[in-house]
Nanobody, 115 residues
Framework: QVQLVESGGGLVQPGGSLRLSCAAS????????MSWYRQVLGKERELVAA????????NYADSVKGRFTISRDNAKSTVYLQMNSLKPEDTAVYYC????????WGQGTQVTVSS
């Protein structure tokens, strides 16, 4: 059974940091591209960052470049999103996605940036 379980969300003040984790099981993690998306109620889900299976190359949305870092640990079947210098506009539900021939999604974790 495929599972993607996100954790690490919460409430943080502007300028603060959070690290999200996504623990995967039920598929060969190292063969999948992994990404983080976010969604605000009433808006479309948007890609935040992606890391590819071969070589670990990464892509970022312009809005998070220089502030967020995606990484993966294939031995632990886990992908991370380190978020620094958080802004109120980063507030959203963050989802983990695994992609190869098919896509798998996690259930999401809420990130709220507010003073």
């Amino acid at each position: 059974q495929v599972q993607l379980v996100e954790s690490g969300g919460g409430l943080v003040q502007p300028g603060g940091s959070l690290r999200l984790s996504c623990a995967a099981s039920g598929f060969t993690f190292r063969n999948y591209a992994m990404s983080w998306y976010r969604q605000v109620l009433g808006k479309e889900r948007e890609l935040v960052a992606a890391i590819f299976s071969a070589g670990g190359s990464t892509n970022y949305a312009d809005s998070v470049k220089g502030r967020f870092t995606i990484s993966r640990d294939n031995a632990k079947s886990t992908v991370y999103l380190q978020m620094n210098s958080l802004k109120p506009e980063d507030t959203a539900v963050y989802y983990c996605k695994a992609q190869r021939a098919v896509a798998y999604w996690g259930q999401g974790t809420q990130v709220t940036v507010s003073s």
